[in-house]
């Protein structure tokens, strides 16, 4: 008799008529033959899926160009498709799933004529924590089949989770006629289900990364008591060999993996890697917060990725221990065939072809790397990645760290009071906007808990549930604030030189975590004494430091007043604490005149 999940991939093909259907295992050997297929194979209309780059220095490494209009995620066209449009809140797009599955069922009737099918079996999570999930992923795309088995524990270990069980989270894709007028990105938290057509691009087209392990988890983790947060979770070494585990969140492409992949420039300290972009946290048997990195794999920003910003993903870019590792829209250097991106080190080669495979020079317009190219890398090969990535309970979390770029007003560090001022300031979060996602560049734009494009359900109830864990857990993690992006109002110039030195930040917090130090009172929150930040060897002057930590009351009572108005969309589902908590900062900035 078939099992639910061969019935379920039985129906999905009756509807998308693939030639073939074929059941990845997630081996190697596959991998490697699915490479070749994307070597010949032709992407939609024009150029093959894959193309070989030179193994020298950056073995095992292939190059995917995409389709120019599939570059980024497309928020506009990303729907939670929830029967209760107040349930879905105003963060998200919202259809009805009847009508969702209509319009679905019509753009997915054929889809697949000519091609593959893929089922791809995985694990979100160690399949040894009774927190993980099994998914199956189906997909007419060799270059995701390839992606999801460098992010996700594949083959296996899923298939035998499932068993004969309907226990398993699904996962429709298919790249359509990649049409930007036929693309919707579709989540369906009653069903377990998200359904996307029409787009290849990473956090559209790999369905476990932001679609399920962000929008559909977040879901899950309010009715089960747990965080699906979108946050790298690192480990900070001190001399004494302790290790303090933090867990960060910051929008997408604001220096994340960076911060995740940290190589000290203080003597004595390192940082150690769990994850670089989702953290699903659960309160242990001892009363701490516990943090999993549910994928296994990095799918980062390319440019201006160096020895100088980030050696330890050079090194890991250049280890090749795992096949494949794919450059998503890099530049071509066409005499050696090597990637090649903006920043990278080096001097610029002298031929170049730009993403989409045309001649480029130092003058052209645009960049010759996509501005969110992308490197798809198996996390086992970098050397920063921690020994406990692989312990499946995860790691215990003592700091919860929140930052975004903002040029003003945010200083380098603060700490809140409490849990439940730490939840309000990290509701008024905001960020300038990069190119990660298709809006327009270099605007303020409020991401609280840098979770506004991935929280699958009301905000307001998400404030809630955060609050409400706080009370749960008997040793919360302490909140702080994070801004390695202020700039001198005269000059534009950065303030922190930011990277490595970015240590000198994670070791005040672990101090203040083991309560090594003491910290002043302002009135947005606690921040570092005169000389409690390690400056020894750095070039910051005195000036800088106190620019850096300045708090302009004027400036933070206007940015209160627009939080209150971002707050207003959320009317009655919005906790009254904050609301309380905002009229606290407010008066005790009035009072600081
Ligand atoms: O959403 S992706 O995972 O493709 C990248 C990002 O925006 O963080
Ligand atoms: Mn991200």
């Known amino acids: 008799m078939a099992t639910p999940l061969e019935e379920w991939v039985e129906e999905q093909a009756r509807l998308t008529k693939p030639d073939e259907v074929y059941w990845c295992d997630g081996s190697e050997e596959e991998a490697q033959r699915l490479v070749e297929i994307g070597m010949t194979q032709e992407r939609l209309g024009d150029h093959p899926v894959f193309y070989e780059l030179s193994h020298k220095n950056f073995p095992n490494s292939y190059l995917h160009r995409s389709h120019p209009t599939d570059v980024a995620r497309t928020e506009h066209l ?51 924590n009774p927190f993980s999930k099994a998914c199956v992923q189906l997909t007419d795309s060799v270059y995701v089949a390839v992606s999801m088995r460098i992010m996700t524990r594949m083959g296996e270990a899923a298939l035998a989770r499932i068993g004969s069980s309907d226990n398993f989270v699904k996962g429709l894709h298919s790249v359509g006629d990649l049409d930007p007028n036929r693309r919707f990105i579709m989540h369906f938290p009653l069903d377990n289900l998200v359904w996307s057509v029409g787009s290849g691009y990473g956090g559209n087209a790999l369905l476990g990364k932001k679609c399920f392990s962000l929008r559909i988890a977040s879901w899950l983790g309010l009715h089960e008591g747990w965080l699906a947060e979108h946050m790298l979770i690192i480990g900070v070494e001190d001399p004494e060999g302790e290790i303090t585990y933090m867990a960060a969140a910051l929008p997408s492409a604001s220096g994340k993996t960076n911060l995740a992949l940290l190589q000290s420039t203080l003597p004595g300290y390192r940082v150690w890697t769990v994850g670089d972009d989702i953290a699903w946290m ?22 201006g990725t160096s020895m100088k910003t980030n050696p330890n993903m050079i090194r890991c870019l250049a280890s090749g221990e795992f096949f494949p590792t794919l450059f998503t829209n890099a530049a071509l250097d066409v005499d050696t065939r090597e990637p090649w991106w903006e920043g990278k080190d080096g001097p610029v080669p002298e031929h170049v072809e730009d993403w989409q495979g045309k001649p480029w020079t130092p003058g052209s317009e645009k960049t010759a790397a996509h501005p969110n190219s992308r490197f798809t890398v198996s996390i086992a090969q970098c050397p920063s990645t921690s020994p406990e990535f692989h312990n499946p309970k995860g790691v215990p979390i003592s700091a919860l760290l929140f930052g975004g770029r903002r040029t003003r007003l945010i200083p380098l560090v603060y700490e809140a009071f409490n849990w439940q ?71 534009g110039e950065f303030l922190w030189p930011g990277f490595g030195e970015n240590i000198r930040v994670l070791k005040w917090i672990a101090d203040r975590v083991r309560g090594r130090i003491g910290a002043r009172e302002t009135p947005i929150g606690l921040m570092p004494h005169q000389g409690d930040i390690e400056l020894s060897g750095l070039n910051v002057s005195q000036e800088a430091l106190e620019r850096l930590f300045k708090v302009h009351r004027e400036a933070w009572l206007a940015e209160a ?4 108005q971002f707050y207003e969309q959320f009317g009655d589902r919005l906790p009254p604490e904050l609301w309380e908590e905002h009229h606290a900062l407010v008066k005790r900035l009035e009072g600081s005149a």
Request: glycine share 10%; hydrophobic share 40%; with cysteine.
């Open 561 to 564: 007043a627009e939080v209150g």
């Open 282 to 303: 659960y309160i242990g048997d001892d009363g701490r917060l516990w943090a999993v990195n549910p994928e296994v794999g990095f799918f980062g920003v390319l440019p």
């Open 421 to 491: 001022h730490g939840v309000f300031a990290a509701s008024a979060m905001g960020t300038e906007t990069t190119s990660a996602a298709m809006h327009m560049v270099g605007m303020l734009r409020r991401d609280p808990m840098a979770m506004l494009p991935f929280c699958g359900y009301n905000m307001g109830d998400y404030f809630r549930h955060w609050l409400t864990m706080g009370q749960r857990i008997p040793h919360p993690p302490k909140l702080f604030f994070i801004n390695w992006f202020r700039t001198d109002d005269s000059t």
């Open 78 to 128: 990303t729907f939670v498709c929830h029967p209760d449009e107040v349930t879905t809140g105003p963060n998200n797009n919202w259809m009805h799933p009847n009508e969702a599955v209509e319009m679905l069922t019509k753009l997915t009737d054929g889809c697949m004529r000519g091609r593959t099918m893929y089922v791809l079996p995985y694990m979100m999570g160690h399949p040894d």
